[in-house]
């Protein structure tokens, strides 16, 4: 894990930036995401967390119910930005995925500004981000922007994910 400082801040910012117009397009109605993921400079995957499909009828967010099944994994009815992003470079992009950045962000609630997001926790991304190949997952802080490995991201996601359950 390191913040960005520099050059590479400032190219960050130009994807973070990318990455908040892209969660603009989110349905989601408890939080809108986006995510890009950048490879040489080049945006290679989009996405924005939605229902699958996009279909608003499947608006169903466990998240928002006291008394959610146990039994579900993820307890959103959307696909994830990051998961949309990964699904986009696969389709479009699939050798360029190796050894890229991905660039997450949460637009804060009652604007489209970039809020600050909390220690990596969703272990539904950091699986799917390990396995492509993709070599950083990126975060806004309050402190800047940070730069996790991707195995140390799933790695931090799994260590939060077990100290909720117990």
Same mark, same amino acid.
């Given at each position: 894990?390191?913040?960005?400082?520099?050059?590479?801040?400032?190219?960050?910012?130009?994807?973070?930036?990318?990455?908040?117009?892209?969660?603009? /397009? &989110?349905?989601?109605?408890?939080?809108?995401?986006? &995510?890009? @993921?950048?490879?040489?400079?080049? @945006?290679? *995957?989009k *996405?924005?967390? &939605?229902?699958?499909?996009?279909?608003?009828?499947?608006?169903?967010?466990? +998240?928002?119910?006291?008394? +959610?099944?146990?039994?579900?994994?993820?307890?959103?009815?959307?696909?994830?930005?990051?998961?949309?992003?990964? @699904?986009?470079?696969?389709? /479009?992009?699939?050798?360029?995925? /190796? *050894?890229?950045?991905? +660039?997450?962000?949460?637009?804060?609630?009652k &604007?489209?500004?970039?809020?600050?997001?909390?220690?990596p926790?969703?272990?539904?991304?950091?699986?799917?981000?390990?396995?492509?190949?993709?070599?950083?997952?990126?975060?806004?802080?309050?402190?800047?922007?940070?730069? +996790?490995?991707?195995?140390?991201?799933?790695?931090?996601?799994? /260590?939060?994910?077990?100290?909720?359950?117990?």
């Amino acid at each position: 894990m390191g913040y960005l400082s520099g050059l590479e801040l400032e190219h960050a910012r130009e994807f973070i930036e990318q990455a908040r117009k892209v969660a603009l /397009n &989110s349905s989601c109605g408890r939080s809108r995401c986006g &995510s890009v @993921i950048v490879s040489a400079n080049e @945006i290679i *995957g989009k *996405g924005f967390n &939605s229902p699958p499909g996009n279909l608003h009828s499947q608006r169903r967010c466990a +998240y928002d119910k006291k008394n +959610y099944d146990a039994k579900v994994s993820d307890k959103s009815c959307c696909v994830h930005a990051e998961e949309r992003a990964i @699904i986009d470079a696969l389709r /479009n992009n699939p050798l360029k995925l /190796n *050894g890229s950045r991905l +660039y997450f962000v949460r637009l804060a609630e009652k &604007s489209d500004c970039v809020q600050c997001s909390g220690n990596p926790w969703c272990t539904i991304c950091s699986k799917m981000a390990l396995d492509v190949g993709i070599g950083q997952f990126t975060l806004v802080h309050k402190a800047g922007v940070c730069a +996790y490995s991707t195995e140390e991201y799933n790695t931090l996601s799994f /260590n939060y994910a077990s100290a909720v359950k117990s």
